[in-house]
């Protein structure tokens, strides 16, 4: 069968142009994420415009982010590698090298900006801290980023969240076009959730406090203003409160068009009055399940385990649908005690296109994240 050149275009147009084979709730994600400016769900992706291409069955969201600073790291590299970072120095037991550190990240965050390095477009970006990429395995890269590029010439191109594990054949598809790996965290995974999750002893310790908590699991079938109210705010609590307002702000509109188009399954714990005390949102795509949605009532006791019990959620979701698992980055102890290890997840970057002194900058940032960075946070478990 003969595939056509790419399309790229704007999801507010409508129809969208869309294959026999293409993901349905990729495209109804599309079709009402582009009813409104993006930041109007997603404050923090202010300026930021979704665009699509599709090429055969892949129909995949772009985000164009065109300079500016300060924008959730699921749109800006900056965010990403320099204020993330500077968020989490105090959650990192640096001790008194926390200000050389951060001196560090200040001297990367000068070069990042004289690389433009917020003028991206992201190909298959759903505004996820962990994206997926399914059934995708770079066919079509390359007329993909020229059909990009015939309309941005000026962005670098990015693909977040790309890793030998979850997708490998992307993985070499990229490297073979010439696309820069930088990489950008250390995630946690797990390959066999019955066999090396189930089993674990912490796991039945938490099965054990979900037991005895009174609270009742179930998917939410039809999500309700007041259960997206409640979703938003607990995700804020734990995420934009606690860690990095640079996570992406996630409103309650954003939480119920996730769950509309079915993109995301939320599960929940909810107590005898029915009220949500823990959450979590399944996204999945080919074998391979992530949490872009977690949350949980940060008022309760810590004896009630909450994060814990949440935790479950995703877990048995997992081997209920015979999927894998990408924990995403962030508590690796907790994680690794429940059968998950770690990996490297890239950020590959297409610039062969970009002026020298753009790519000089850019090669020099993913020798540094490669050489010094990325050994020092796998040292420290982070």
């Known amino acids: 069968m003969t595939i056509s050149a790419p399309l790229f275009f704007d999801p507010a147009d409508a129809p969208l142009p869309l294959s026999e084979d293409s993901d349905p709730a990729i495209a109804a994600f599309l079709q009402k994420a582009a009813d409104q400016p993006l930041a109007v769900h997603i404050p923090n992706a202010q300026g930021i415009d979704l665009r699509a291409i599709r090429h055969g069955p892949h129909l995949l969201p772009v985000t164009i982010s065109h300079s500016g600073m300060g924008g959730s790291y699921v749109v800006q590299p900056h965010s990403a590698y320099v204020g993330y970072a500077k968020d989490e120095l105090h959650e990192a037991g640096l001790g008194m090298a926390a200000p050389l550190v951060g001196a560090g990240l200040s001297a990367i965050g000068g070069l990042l900006r004289a690389a433009n390095i917020n ?3 992201m190909l298959d970006n759903f505004l996820f801290a962990t994206n997926l990429h399914g059934n995708w395995q770079g066919e079509g890269i ?32 990229l490297n073979d076009d010439g696309w820069l790996m930088i990489p950008s965290r250390q995630i946690w995974v797990i390959d066999d959730v019955a066999a090396q999750w189930r089993p674990r002893s912490h796991t039945k310790s938490d099965r ?26 607990l995700y804020k609590a734990l995420y934009l409160d606690k ?28 107590d005898r009055e029915g009220t949500i005390m823990g959450v979590a949102g399944c996204f999945a795509r080919g074998d391979v399940l992530t949490v872009p949605v977690l949350g949980y009532d940060m008022t309760a006791p810590r004896e009630a385990a909450l994060y814990r019990i949440a935790s479950l959620l995703f ?42 002194t753009r790519q000089m900058a850019m090669r020099a940032m993913a020798c540094g994240m490669r050489e010094i960075a990325m050994p020092a946070l796998v040292k420290r478990g982070l």
């Open 208 to 233: 054990r406090k979900f037991r005895k908590s009174g609270l009742v699991a179930e998917g939410i079938s039809v999500m309700t203003p007041g259960d997206a109210e409640r979703i938003a705010a």
């Open 315 to 356: 877990g048995d979701y997992a081997i209920e649908h015979n999927l894998r698992l990408n924990c995403s980055a962030g508590a690796g102890s907790f994680k690794a005690a429940r059968g998950a290890r770690s990996h490297i997840e890239y950020m590959a970057c297409y610039i062969a296109h970009l002026p020298k």
């Open 243 to 270: 860690y990095s307002m640079l996570n992406p702000q996630f409103t309650p509109e954003w939480i119920r068009l996730l769950s509309t188009s079915g993109l995301v399954d939320f599960q929940v714990v909810r």
């Open 119 to 121: 003028r991206v477009a």
């Open 142 to 173: 390359a007329a993909m980023r020229e059909a990009v590029l015939a309309d941005y010439a000026d962005h670098m191109l990015a693909i977040r969240s790309v890793d030998d594990w979850s997708s490998p054949a992307l993985y070499q598809a």
